[in-house]
C-alpha cells in the first residue's frame, strides 16, 4: 500500500511541470510587424523588415545610388501606406533617415530621380545653367543644359594664362570659340545620357615694350609661338635730340632697327634705348653768351663820356 500511494503522488507533480511553459507562452507572446520598402519605377530592390511591435523603427536610405555605374538614382520623395507624396531636400551625398512606429504592417515608397554625369576635363571652376538640383554636376534625365566657362584662365605667373579654343562633346568634332567676351556659353545639351566635356586651350604670353621716350607699339598678350611685331617711335624734341641706340631683349631681327620682330615662347620685356644728343643745347648756349657779351660791350661803350 505504501508504495501504490507514492506513485499517485507523482503523478500530479509531473503534469504541472509539463503544463507551466505553455501557460507562460501565452502570457509571453510577442507580436512582429513587417515594413515593406519598395521603390518606384524599381529603381532599387525591394526588401521588408520585421520589427517588434510598438516599436520605433529608423529607415535609413542613401541619397544617390547606381545600379549599373551610368544611370544615379537620386533621392526626391516618400510615400506612406499610400498616403500623400512627401518631398525631401535632394542632396548627393549622405543618407536621408526615416522613423517610424511599429504599431502595424507599413508599406514605405521612395520615388527617385534617375540623373546623369556631365563631366568637364581641362577646367576646374565651370558653373552649369540651371544649376543642378543636387548642386553637383548630375543632372536629371531629360533636362537641358548649359555650361559656362571663363574664356582666360590665369597661372602662378601673371604674364602667362591659358585662353579657351575649343571644345568637344563625348570626343567628337572640336567646336571652336571665338569673339572676345570674357566667359563662353555652350548651346544646349540634352541629358539623355552622360556626356563628357573636353576644353581646349591656347598658352598665351604678355609681351610689354617700354621705353624712356617716345611711345611704342607690341604691348599685349600673344599666342605661342606668335612673330610679334615691335616699334620703337620718337617723342618729340624740344633742345635735346633723341637718337634711337637699338633694343634691349630677345629680338629676331637687326636690334638697331626701330621696327624689329620677337617670337612670342615665353613672358617677353624689351626696351627701346635713346641716347641724347645735347648739341643744339650747346649751341643755344654759345649764342646766349655771345649775345650777353655783345650787350655788355655795347653798353660799356655807350656809358664811356666824350672828351
Do not use: C
Request: aromatic share 10%; no cysteine; charged share 15%.
Amino acid at each position: 500500500m505504501t508504495i501504490k500511494y507514492t506513485s499517485l503522488l507523482l503523478v500530479p507533480v509531473l503534469l504541472l511541470f509539463i503544463t507551466v511553459p505553455s501557460s507562460l507562452a501565452e502570457h509571453l507572446q510577442i507580436n512582429q510587424v513587417t515594413i515593406n520598402v519598395n521603390y518606384e519605377n524599381h529603381t532599387s530592390y525591394s526588401y521588408a523588415i520585421h520589427v517588434t511591435e510598438h516599436q520605433k523603427y529608423t529607415i535609413s536610405q542613401k541619397h544617390s545610388w547606381t545600379t549599373d555605374g551610368i544611370t544615379r538614382y537620386n533621392l526626391q520623395s516618400y510615400s506612406i501606406d499610400n498616403g500623400p507624396v512627401v518631398p525631401i531636400n535632394r542632396l548627393f551625398d549622405g543618407n536621408f533617415t526615416l522613423d517610424l512606429v511599429a504599431d502595424s504592417n507599413h508599406s514605405i515608397l521612395f520615388i527617385a530621380k534617375p540623373q546623369f554625369e556631365m563631366s568637364l576635363h581641362g577646367i576646374t571652376n565651370a558653373t552649369f545653367f540651371p544649376a543642378s538640383p543636387t548642386n553637383d554636376n548630375w543632372f536629371d534625365a531629360g533636362s537641358d543644359e548649359q555650361f559656362i566657362v571663363p574664356r582666360m584662365i590665369p597661372s602662378d605667373n601673371q604674364y602667362t594664362r591659358q585662353q579657351v579654343t575649343g571644345w568637344s562633346l563625348d570626343n567628337s568634332d572640336i567646336n571652336v570659340i571665338s569673339g572676345e567676351l570674357d566667359t563662353f556659353k555652350s548651346p544646349v545639351i540634352h541629358m539623355s545620357e552622360p556626356h563628357r566635356i573636353d576644353l581646349k586651350y591656347k598658352t598665351q604670353y604678355y609681351v610689354s615694350v617700354i621705353t624712356n621716350f617716345g611711345r611704342t607699339l607690341g604691348t599685349g598678350w600673344y599666342n605661342s609661338g606668335t612673330i610679334v611685331d615691335i616699334t620703337a617711335l620718337p617723342g618729340t624734341d624740344i633742345f635735346v635730340t633723341h637718337i634711337f641706340s637699338g633694343w634691349q631683349g630677345p629680338v629676331i631681327g637687326n636690334t638697331n632697327q626701330e621696327s624689329t620682330e620677337i617670337l612670342a615662347d615665353s613672358p617677353k620685356i624689351l626696351v627701346a634705348i635713346w641716347s641724347a644728343d645735347y648739341t643744339n643745347i650747346s649751341i643755344a648756349i654759345i649764342i646766349v653768351i655771345a649775345l650777353v657779351v655783345v650787350l655788355m660791350i655795347y653798353r660799356k661803350r655807350k656809358n664811356i663820356p666824350k672828351t
